[in-house]
């Protein structure tokens, strides 16, 4: 994997966001949301605070930060765009100085508490309008930079699994543990090139597939076993999310089979839904059409998909709830998924880019459910 990538176009971004500013109603925003400051600047500090106004851009940190934020936010490119501000004691002070004779000053209502809002209001002697989404909306249509990242965080998945999936497979002759399988996929993940998982990787075999969000525990893995493995790698800053399910030795059998072969239409039928015009719930409920009709509804217990980008989920969500039409760009998960107590759980996830013509997979595992 030694291909060079696309530069990542962030210059382009606090000029697109500024264009948001009248239809926001604001003519400033306090970005506090550490993803997005890092969207904006290129900063990926865990300290810092990012004034907006139409005609500058400050963005704050302590000094902890000082070498790092001036070196990422000239590598960004945004080194003429956004000044550097290392605070002292009092980081309200600089921000109230960049955004002093502003009017209308935005704040992510997502990412303060009531009692925080309350303070900057008493500290500052000013109000501020609520938004939700100003930059967040910005990130949905990820640019060619954005998709080679996550192409090469997939990439890294996809070959961790490879590596380690005989690990499974001899678990008859050389028994493994839900803990250890994850443990083993997540180092194999680093060693490729990822600068972290995308999340915590899920590993949860026999009764314990049959719960979504189950945590790797010390169960053995064990021959006839199904095996749900939902995991992802990070690649600078950017995420990729891939489910699959096995049988341990063989085949699923009997119900078993029957939602295999349930989950695996389902998410063959979402993955093709998914194309540029198409309303993000269309998605969810092609997948939650063809579980209903196999008679498993009350057991598809989440939304289809997500967004995914610098954070693992974010928006266009493609659920029952999803409000966003799919755009070239977007990058989105489609993972149904039917889980029964005392049989076991499938979930089959791929995550997409949407093109102008349909839909590429970044995750290109095999859905082969042998292992």
Known sequence: MTESLKPLDVASRLPRLRVRFDELG???LVVMNLTNVRYLTGFSGSAGVLAVTKDQAVLVTDGRYRTQSQLQVDEAGVHDLVTISIAGRNQNDEIDAVIKDCVHVGLEADEVTWSQVTRLQERMGREFVATSGAVEA???????????RMRRAAQIADEALEEVLPLMAATGSHPITESQFALALDSAMRKRGAEAVAFETIVAAGENSAKPHHHPSDRVICVGDPVVV???????GYRSDMTRTFVVGGAPTGQLKEIFDLVAASQRAGVAAVKAGVEAKAVDDVCREVITE???AEQFEHSTGHGVGLDIHEAPWVSSAGTATLAPGFVVTVEPGVYVAGVGGVR?????????N???????FTKEVAA
């Open 358 to 364: 349909g839909a590429e997979a970044l995750t290109k």
């Open 294 to 296: 196999g008679g498993y």
């Open 348 to 356: 089959i996830e791929d995550t997409l880019v949407v093109t102008e």
């Open 138 to 148: 910005l990130r949905e249509a990820k640019d060619a930079g954005e998709i080679d």
């Open 26 to 28: 604001i003519d400033g």
């Open 230 to 236: 939902d995991f992802g790698a990070m690649f600078e």
